[in-house]
């Protein structure tokens, strides 16, 4: 069975720094596109980054409210996913979801959000 | 970037009820395109992809259709289950963006 577990969020000051976990296991996430999704209170879905499989070189791809602040990597040895979060707004405040991404398409499939954590809460306030 | 912009915002329907719910997407995105269905205080569950195709284990009164620009999501008889929020998602190209959601509440 497919399980994700985030940890690492809590209350951070602005301009801060933070490391969320995510904790893969029922698979191998190294073979794997691994994405985080956030989720501001009350409000919609929006994507952060996308880190590809280790065929693809782990290469990564971010929305651009994130750029050069967030920095996704894995730990292979671990199953372990993290997003690296610095200089902290307090628009970031949100609940942080790892994301299993599956495969659609070919032969060049392009990759949708397929299973999901329950989330990690981190709060940007001083 | 592509806007994906989904009507109605909200709806109240009937246990039973067919549902419809619309996205469209600013440009055209090969049917890359996906629904997810959350619950109050849960994480979202993926249950359409490429527009049309069930996730599996998703209830068969769910589907996806539309090509194009435009796709609906449609619950062909209302359980009480399926009450939730429903977000469309596009993932032809980055930056990977949702709709704005469709909060689906009893009459």
């Known amino acids: 069975e497919v399980q994700l577990v985030e940890s690492g969020g809590g209350l951070v000051q602005p301009g801060g720094s933070l490391r969320l976990s995510c904790a893969a296991s029922?698979?191998?996430?190294?073979?794997?596109?691994m994405d985080w999704v956030r989720q501001a209170p009350g409000k919609g879905l929006e994507w952060v980054g996308r880190?590809?499989?280790?065929?693809?070189?782990?290469?990564?791809e971010y929305a651009a409210s994130v750029k050069g602040r967030f920095t996704i990597t894995r730990d292979d040895s671990k199953n372990l996913l993290y997003l690296h979060m610095n200089s902290l707004k307090p628009e970031d405040t949100a609940v942080f979801y790892c994301?299993?991404?599956?495969?659609?398409?070919?032969?060049?499939?392009?990759?949708?959000?397929?299973?999901w954590g329950q989330g990690t809460l981190v709060t940007v306030s001083s | 970037d592509i806007q994906m912009t989904q009507s109605p915002s909200s709806l109240s329907a009937s246990v039973g009820d067919r549902v419809t719910i619309t996205c469209r997407a600013s440009q055209g995105i090969n049917n890359y395109l996906a629904w997810f269905q959350q619950k109050p205080g849960k994480a979202p569950k993926s249950l359409i992809y490429a527009a049309s195709s069930l996730q599996s284990g998703v209830p068969s009164r769910f589907s996806g259709s539309g090509s194009g620009t435009d796709f609906t999501l449609t619950i062909s008889s209302l359980q009480p289950e399926d009450f939730a929020t429903y977000y469309c998602?596009?993932?032809?190209?980055?930056?990977?963006?949702f709709g704005g959601g469709t909060k689906v509440e009893i009459k």
């Open positions: 998602q596009h993932y032809n190209s980055y930056p990977l963006t």
């Open positions: 029922g698979f191998t996430s190294s073979d794997h596109y």
């Open positions: 880190s590809r499989s280790k065929p693809h070189s782990y290469t990564t």
């Open positions: 994301v299993r991404a599956q495969p659609s398409g070919t032969p060049y499939p392009h990759y949708f959000f397929g299973d």
